[in-house]
Structure formats: structure tokens, C-alpha cells
């Protein structure tokens, strides 16, 4: 399993997000699936084939089960990117070929290689809960980034439930666990994702809760009381000390996706807040660096959509509306489009952020959704709603999975979410389409965070404009 040396540059490695979105598309994705109706029989990783003209397109061509029942498989992501280009040469020994993917509930980390049959991946090793806890003090590892140097990794807790949480490394040749990154954490405690801007050595990370706040589903009493995560956090990426918290007001529950600007010469980056206290609202925010010191400053506002009561599920009920619940966003390679995903109301929203402190909205699609149950041609009428979302390095395909989590999945969709991925098909003018042709839909799973062959717009982070 170690990685040998190579004699080239491995070619799906870009200098730029220019190079990336130049180079050519993916024909597989990648998905992870929660096992809904047999509480003995393990989450998957399912392959999907993307390539247009396939006589298997937008359908699961591949399928490795996880070796034991009860993982909650969540986010994943590659061990090798073009980050590995940052130092020269230094690294480019690596390979984009190992995709990394943590359980959230058992704290066990997968590895699965994709280079001897990319439709059929192989598990080859697991790190085990045991010593991810004593190497590091952390559980529930989440989001997987992959770094110059190393495999970073965040955790939303403690072995025993709660904070704080943190960030983790793994050795990036043999899958090692390195130990806890931070040196310094300052006034942080809770975690959620994580990432960064390497020309400036500086690294973020947002907040949603601790495992006990979470696990069991939305807590009305924290919610209420301001208790989930409302700040962003700012780091000397090289040194692991923290420098400064954001705090966006304790209204603004549940801070989530960071999504930095690909060009490397940029400070900003886009957030989204799950719920305003105030109106449930969902928001999108731009932090930036000014005057030597970061802020933020809220660009987008969704407001939440008035519904009859009786059509609401337990959890809604006392406020007669569907908040939009923006739970993942996308940032196209280009940092021309943001994509962002409302899975309470079921739209799914592209702006036009040229301008990050200005965007303006390009285009909408309605899929699903908590009263709306919104239809897809080759589908019908659909429930749960734009989740994750996932979009194509030249930003001209954009694949969006419908579950969050499965406690809250619950609450909002008491009926049982249905598992879908759809496509949508971007105009670089602005505007989007459902690629009526691509419906998949998962029979006793659901599908969560989707990954595309040879990297996305999510995967990368680059050094170079050119």
C-alpha cells in the first residue's frame, strides 16, 4: 500500500483551477450510501457511471459494502490532489487514488483503492475508532481534505461525546495516524468543517455541535437557547495556532460548508447558516481578510416559506413555515457560481458571485422538498431535497444527493426519505437544467456526499493562477 515513487506528475494533479477545468471530464462519480432498512447489513460506496452515451449512463456500475453494520458513512475524500503540487516538486510522487471514508457514528476511517478497477474499488485498510481516539482525543471524523504534506482530517467530538472537536493528520504514504493538528486552539470548541488558504497560510473551520448535540437530532432547547455552533474560526495553517474567532451572532445556528475562492491569490470565501433564530432563514456569508485582520459579512438571504400546518412534519409545526435549510453549498472552479442547496423547501438555487460581495441569482430548481415534494421527469414527485451537491471541474455538470442525516433525516422527512442523485446541466452563461436521463435512485439506502473521478470542485486546492 505505500506509495511508490513515479517517474511523471500524476495527470489529474493541476497547477490551476484553469488547468482543472481545461482538463478531461469525468466519466465516473462516486457516493456514499446509509443502509436505512436492515440494521445488520453495513453502508456502502456505490460508483456511478457519468459518461454520457454510456449504455450504463446514470446508472451504479460498482459497489464495495463496508466490512461491519453501522458506520453512517457521511463525507469522504481523496488521499493525493493537486495540492501536492504547492512545493514543486516535492511531493508529486503521490496519486489520486485512494479515497478515505470515515463512518461519523463508528469513528472508523476506510480506505479503498480506486487504481486497479476504478468501478470497483477495494477496501485495503481500516483505522479503527481505538486508535483514532488515542492517537488524537478525537471521534467522529467528518471532512477529508487532502494537503501538501499530509491527510487533514476534522472530528466533531470527543470519544465520550463531547468537545471539543478538532482537526486530525494522517500520513499521506501509509494512512498513519499522525495526532491531533492543533497546537493552540483558542477559544474554539465545537468543529465542523475545515479548509483553507494556502498562499496565505491560513486555515478556517466552522461549527455545528458537539456528538451529544447531534446525534440524536436537532435538540429544541439548544436550538433555541443559541447552543449550536454561530462562528467561524481562523488559524496560522503552518503552525496550528488559532489567531481570531468570527462570530456571526448566536441567531445564526449551525455554520457549515466553507467553500474558498480556487484562485489562490484571493482572501474570500462563501458560508452558509443553516437557521436564523429570528425567522428561519437560511444564509450565505463571505468572509475576507481587510486591513490584516478576517470578517464576515452575510451576502444572501433565504427566507423560509409559509405552509399549512397540517402538512408539516412534528418539528415544524409550531412555526406554520418550511425553512429553506441550507445544508451544503458549491463553489464552481472558476468562482464564478455558487451553488446552494435548500433541503427543507426543495429548491436548489445557482448565483452568479463575480462579484463574492454582490451575487445575484441565475437560476432555480425545484426537487422535492417537506410540503412541495417537488417532481423529477424520469421520477416523479420526490421527497427529501437537495443535499449534498457536488460540481464538475470545468462547471458544466452539477450532481446533487437528497439525505443529511439520518436522526435528522427523521425529523424533517418523518416519512423516510426515498434515495435519489440527480444531474443538473449548468450554462456558463448562467442558468441550469435537470438532465432529465439521470434519475438514480437507491432502494432501502440513502445516498450522501458524491465525489467525481479525477477531482471536483470541492476536492482541489491550488497554489498557481496559471
Same mark, same amino acid.
Given at each position: 500500500?505505500?506509495?511508490?515513487?513515479?517517474?511523471?506528475?500524476?495527470?489529474t494533479?493541476?497547477?490551476?483551477?484553469?488547468?482543472?477545468?481545461?482538463?478531461?471530464?469525468?466519466q465516473?462519480?462516486?457516493?456514499?450510501t446509509?443502509?436505512?432498512?436492515?440494521?445488520?447489513k453495513?453502508?456502502?460506496?456505490?460508483?456511478?457511471?457519468?459518461?454520457?452515451?454510456?449504455?450504463?449512463y446514470?446508472?451504479?456500475?460498482g459497489?464495495v459494502?463496508?466490512?461491519?453494520?453501522?458506520?453512517?458513512?457521511?463525507?469522504?475524500?481523496?488521499?493525493?490532489?493537486?495540492?501536492?503540487?504547492?512545493h514543486?516538486?516535492?511531493?508529486?510522487?503521490?496519486?489520486r487514488?485512494y479515497?478515505?471514508v470515515? /463512518?461519523l457514528?463508528?469513528?472508523?476511517?476506510?480506505?479503498? %483503492?480506486?487504481k486497479?478497477?476504478?468501478?470497483?474499488?477495494?477496501?485495503?485498510k481500516?483505522i479503527?475508532?481505538?486508535?483514532?481516539?488515542?492517537?488524537?482525543?478525537?471521534?467522529?471524523?467528518?471532512?477529508?481534505?487532502?494537503?501538501?504534506?499530509?491527510?487533514?482530517?476534522?472530528a466533531?467530538?470527543a470519544p465520550?461525546?463531547?468537545?471539543? /472537536? /478538532?482537526?486530525?493528520t494522517?500520513?499521506?504514504?501509509?494512512?498513519?495516524?499522525?495526532?491531533?493538528?492543533?497546537?493552540?486552539?483558542?477559544?474554539?470548541y465545537?468543529?465542523?468543517?475545515?479548509?483553507?488558504?494556502l498562499?496565505?497560510?491560513t486555515?478556517?473551520?466552522?461549527?455545528?455541535?458537539?456528538?451529544?448535540m447531534?446525534?440524536?437530532g436537532?435538540?429544541?432547547?439548544?436550538l433555541?437557547?443559541?447552543?449550536?455552533?454561530h462562528?467561524?474560526? =481562523?488559524?496560522?495553517l503552518?503552525?496550528?495556532?488559532h489567531?481570531?474567532?468570527?462570530?456571526?451572532?448566536?441567531?445564526?445556528?449551525?455554520?457549515?460548508?466553507?467553500?474558498?475562492?480556487?484562485?489562490?491569490?484571493?482572501?474570500?470565501?462563501?458560508?452558509?447558516? =443553516?437557521?436564523?433564530?429570528?425567522?428561519?432563514?437560511?444564509?450565505?456569508? =463571505?468572509?475576507?481578510?481587510?486591513?490584516?485582520?478576517?470578517q464576515?459579512?452575510?451576502?444572501?438571504?433565504?427566507?423560509?416559506?409559509?405552509?399549512?400546518?397540517?402538512?408539516?412534519p412534528?418539528?415544524?409545526?409550531?412555526f406554520?413555515?418550511?425553512?429553506?435549510?441550507?445544508?451544503? &453549498?458549491?463553489?464552481?472552479?472558476?468562482?464564478?457560481y455558487?451553488?446552494?442547496?435548500c433541503?427543507?423547501?426543495?429548491?436548489?438555487?445557482?448565483y %452568479?458571485?463575480?462579484?463574492?460581495?454582490?451575487?445575484q441569482?441565475?437560476?432555480?430548481?425545484?426537487?422535492?422538498g417537506?410540503?412541495?415534494?417537488?417532481p423529477?421527469p424520469?421520477?416523479?414527485?420526490?421527497?427529501?431535497?437537495?443535499?449534498?451537491?457536488?460540481?464538475?471541474?470545468?462547471?458544466?455538470?452539477?450532481?446533487v444527493?437528497?439525505?443529511?442525516?439520518?436522526?435528522?433525516?427523521?425529523?424533517?422527512?418523518?416519512?423516510?426519505?426515498?434515495?435519489?442523485?440527480v444531474?443538473?446541466?449548468?450554462?456558463p452563461?448562467g442558468?441550469?437544467?435537470?438532465?432529465?436521463?439521470?434519475?438514480?435512485?437507491?432502494?432501502?439506502?440513502?445516498p450522501?456526499? &458524491?465525489?467525481?473521478q479525477?477531482?471536483?470542485?470541492s476536492?482541489?486546492?491550488y497554489?498557481?493562477?496559471?
Open positions: 500500500m505505500a506509495h511508490m515513487a513515479q517517474s511523471h506528475v500524476d495527470p494533479f493541476y497547477r490551476s483551477a484553469r488547468l482543472a477545468m481545461d482538463a478531461p471530464r469525468e465516473l462519480a462516486y457516493v456514499v446509509l443502509n436505512t432498512e436492515d440494521a445488520g453495513p453502508d456502502a460506496l456505490c460508483v456511478l457511471d457519468v459518461e454520457t452515451g454510456s449504455p450504463t446514470g446508472q451504479v456500475v459497489r459494502d463496508m466490512p461491519n453494520p453501522g458506520d453512517e458513512l457521511h463525507h469522504f475524500g481523496w488521499n493525493a490532489c493537486s495540492a501536492c503540487l504547492c514543486g516538486e516535492e511531493h508529486a510522487h503521490m496519486e487514488r479515497l478515505l470515515p /463512518g457514528r463508528s469513528s472508523r476511517i476506510h480506505i479503498l %483503492d480506486t486497479p478497477n476504478p468501478r470497483q474499488p477495494e477496501l485495503v481500516v479503527g475508532a481505538d486508535e483514532l481516539a488515542s492517537r488524537t482525543g478525537y471521534s467522529r471524523p467528518h471532512t477529508i481534505h487532502c494537503g501538501p504534506e499530509a491527510i487533514y482530517v476534522s466533531l467530538g465520550g461525546g463531547d468537545g471539543p /472537536g /478538532g482537526v486530525f494522517l500520513d499521506p504514504d501509509d494512512f498513519g495516524v499522525r495526532g491531533a493538528w492543533e497546537a493552540e486552539r483558542g477559544s474554539q465545537l468543529a465542523y468543517d475545515f479548509w483553507w488558504h498562499g496565505q497560510d486555515l478556517l473551520t466552522s461549527e455545528w455541535g458537539t456528538p451529544n447531534v446525534e440524536a436537532v435538540n429544541p432547547d439548544l433555541l437557547a443559541g447552543k449550536y455552533g462562528a467561524l474560526h =481562523v488559524w496560522n503552518s503552525d496550528g495556532r489567531v481570531q474567532e468570527i462570530d456571526l451572532g448566536a441567531e445564526q445556528q449551525m455554520v457549515l460548508e466553507l467553500r474558498p475562492s480556487h484562485d489562490p491569490n484571493q482572501t474570500y470565501g462563501f458560508v452558509d447558516t =443553516v437557521l436564523s433564530l429570528k425567522d428561519l432563514s437560511s444564509s450565505i456569508w =463571505v468572509w475576507h481578510r481587510a486591513n490584516g485582520a478576517w464576515a459579512q452575510k451576502v444572501i438571504e433565504i427566507p423560509a416559506e409559509p405552509a399549512d400546518v397540517d402538512a408539516l412534528p418539528a415544524l409545526k409550531p406554520g413555515a418550511v425553512p429553506p435549510l441550507v445544508t451544503d &453549498i458549491d463553489l464552481s472552479l472558476d468562482d464564478r455558487l451553488y446552494v442547496s433541503w427543507g423547501t426543495g429548491e436548489f438555487r445557482q %452568479d458571485v463575480s462579484d463574492p460581495f454582490h451575487p441569482l441565475t437560476g432555480s430548481v425545484r426537487l422535492g417537506i410540503v412541495g415534494h417537488a423529477h424520469a421520477g416523479g414527485a420526490l421527497n427529501g431535497g437537495p443535499q449534498m451537491v457536488e460540481v464538475s471541474r470545468d462547471g458544466r455538470r452539477v450532481y444527493s437528497n439525505s443529511l442525516y439520518a436522526s435528522w433525516d427523521a425529523q424533517f422527512y418523518p416519512e423516510g426519505i426515498r434515495g435519489w442523485v444531474k443538473l446541466d449548468a450554462d452563461a442558468g441550469m437544467a435537470l438532465d432529465p436521463a439521470f434519475f438514480v435512485q437507491f432502494a432501502g439506502e440513502r450522501h456526499q &458524491i465525489r467525481l479525477g477531482g471536483d470542485a476536492s482541489d486546492s497554489c498557481f493562477t496559471s
